[in-house]
């Protein structure tokens, strides 16, 4: 069964950092590439970031450019670390996966496609 699950939201005060993480099991981590979603309340889903496997691409969404940094343990894991948290970053989080390589285009348009998802994990940034 494949797994991806987030870990690391909480709340937080605008400023401050958080780190997220997606442990991804139950498939072959080389052969999917992964991406960041989040998706606040009345919002749609908006792509935040991926990192392609082949060439070492990351994108990021123009909202969180400088401030957030993705990251993999090329293991089974990839990290998010969001910088300077604005209450405008406040959303549901996910994790999902791609086989490889990710279409850069559905991530910048919210995740159609994508293989797997996560549950999500809450951030809240307050003001």
């Known amino acids: 069964e494949v797994q991806l699950v987030e870990s690391g939201g909480a709340l937080v005060q605008a400023g401050g950092s958080l780190r997220l993480s997606c442990v991804v099991s139950?498939?072959?981590?080389?052969?999917?590439?992964i991406a960041w979603f989040r998706q606040a309340p009345g919002k749609e889903r908006q792509g935040v970031s991926c990192?392609?496997?082949?060439?070492?691409?990351t994108w990021y969404g123009d909202s969180v450019k400088g401030r957030f940094t993705m990251s993999t343990d090329n293991a089974n894991t990839v990290y998010l670390q969001m910088d300077n948290l604005e209450p405008e970053d406040t959303a549901v989080y996910y994790c999902a996966a791609q086989r490889a390589p990710i279409t850069l285009t559905a991530v910048a348009i919210g995740g159609f496609g994508m293989d797997y998802w996560g549950k999500g994990t809450q951030v809240t940034v307050s003001s």
């Open positions: 990192l392609r496997h082949d060439d070492g691409l």
């Open positions: 139950g498939l072959t981590f080389d052969d999917y590439d």
